[in-house]
């Protein structure tokens, strides 16, 4: 039993931190790690197994002061900060995008700060297996340390920054549903579309219209922005990308390049792995989705959808 909390290293205080709190709420507390180092700190767990409640405890308190001399600091008027009070200027479908792909003990958090009717609204949005796991989180919160809130506010705020503004055009569940699948990774999207185009055909279609996919990048996107986006690229992906696809839109993309990538690009030539062109081309969507979050443009009046006020 590790009993001596002078010789923990500090790869094995993060790692005893990560087991007490749990991966998902120490990641939101620990923040900036790579996955390097997110690995060392998962075969050091490995080593602190066994730990005396006391250590664990020292361990903790090390934590929480640490992080509590810089978040709870107060506003120039002594009024106390308020991390959540961002979620007040979010719609319910805002707030869906939000915490969708968040832990569980997150999503629960984040709801536990809502009034009692949006709350409800969100959370009978949720799957039921994600509603389940949501209610038995939010009855057991009392052991999450508050400095690991304050850190789950600041990295939702962050996040909401990002949204897409909603407040401006239809509310179709075409158009609801894409937001949605927009801030999933782009693996679980194209499951999800599978799955949809077998189960609602007509939702799909729907669906399609506002999603950024590679293909529809050719048919929405004038010149000008084509032109910035392949720049945003790199050239070996954007070669790789248009392995497949026709001849004009290759014979465009090359058209639109500065001269001196012109004589740089060099078609994929001869048989390549299929992951290899799809990893490629989930990268140029990528770069175009960053876009849009940048403001470069806005999708809805790409597609000349119709709005409401």
Known sequence: MISDYNRLSGL????????????????????????TEIRKIRAAMRGVNNVSFMVKKQVMEE?????????FVQEENDEPKRPFDFLNELTDEQLIALVSSEDSRVVAITLAQLEGEKRTKIL??????????????????????????????????????????????????GK??????GEMPPEDEAIFMENLEQEDPVLAEQVKKYRITFESIFEIFPDNLL??????????????????????????????????????????EGAVPKRDVDNARKTVVSAAKQMEKDGA???????????VE
Do not use: H, W
């Open 12 to 35: 094995q205080k993060v790692a005893i931190l990560f087991s007490v709190l749990g991966e998902s709420l120490a990641l939101n507390l620990v923040n900036d790690l790579d996955k």
């Open 63 to 71: 934590f929480y002061f640490s992080f509590v001399s810089e978040k």
């Open 124 to 173: 009978n949005r949720l799957d039921e297996a994600q509603k389940r796991e949501v209610l038995v989180s939010i009855g057991n919160l009392n052991d999450v340390p508050l400095e690991a809130v304050v850190q789950i506010a600041n990295k939702l705020n962050k996040k909401s920054k990002q949204l897409p503004k909603t407040v401006s055009f239809s509310r179709g569940g």
């Open 176 to 181: 609801d549903l894409a937001e949605l699948l």
């Open 227 to 268: 032109r910035d986006l392949m720049n945003a690229v790199d050239l070996d992906a954007v070669s790789m990308a248009l392995k497949g696809m026709d001849q004009s839109i290759s014979d465009k993309v090359l058209g639109i390049l500065p001269k001196k990538k012109q004589a740089m690009f060099e078609p994929v």
């Open 297 to 307: 443009f806005k999708l809805e009046d790409l597609l000349g959808g119709d709005t």
